[in-house]
């Protein structure tokens, strides 16, 4: 049974930080490409950063630079560092999977990800 779990969300001020933890269970995880993606109230699910199996990372543009996306494939584990909140970042974030790498053209299409996790609610206040 697949089973994606995150934590580490919470309440912070603007310009602080959180680190994310997405948990992954009943597949070849080093296999898949990981994603992580936001969705705040009355918009659509976005994405914010994938990593893929050889490591390659893509990072959507408003949190380049801010967010540092990283796996660690022997503890089955997905992160996602978040640096220099701002409260347009208050969302709930769901760890992704599918199966492969992610894909050039495709990283961001939360269409393409097979697996999702329940999320994790993060809301930064100015």
């Known amino acids: 049974q697949v089973q994606l779990a995150e934590s580490g969300g919470g309440s912070v001020q603007a310009r602080g930080s959180l680190r994310l933890s997405c948990s992954a269970s009943g597949f070849p995880y080093s296999a898949y490409c990981m994603g992580w993606f936001r969705q705040a109230p009355g918009k659509e699910r976005e994405v914010v950063a994938a990593i893929s199996i050889g490591d390659y990372i893509y990072y959507a543009a408003s949190v380049k630079g801010r967010f540092t996306i990283s796996r660690d494939n022997a503890k089955r584990m997905l992160y996602l560092q978040m640096n220099s909140l701002q409260p347009e970042d208050s969302a709930m974030y769901y760890c992704?999977?599918?199966?492969?790498?992610?894909?050039?053209?495709?990283?961001?299409?939360?269409?393409?990800?097979?697996?999702w996790g329940q999320g994790t609610q993060v809301t930064v206040s100015s």
């Open positions: 992704a999977a599918k199966a492969g790498n992610c894909g050039t053209i495709v990283w961001y299409e939360r269409n393409t990800y097979n697996y």
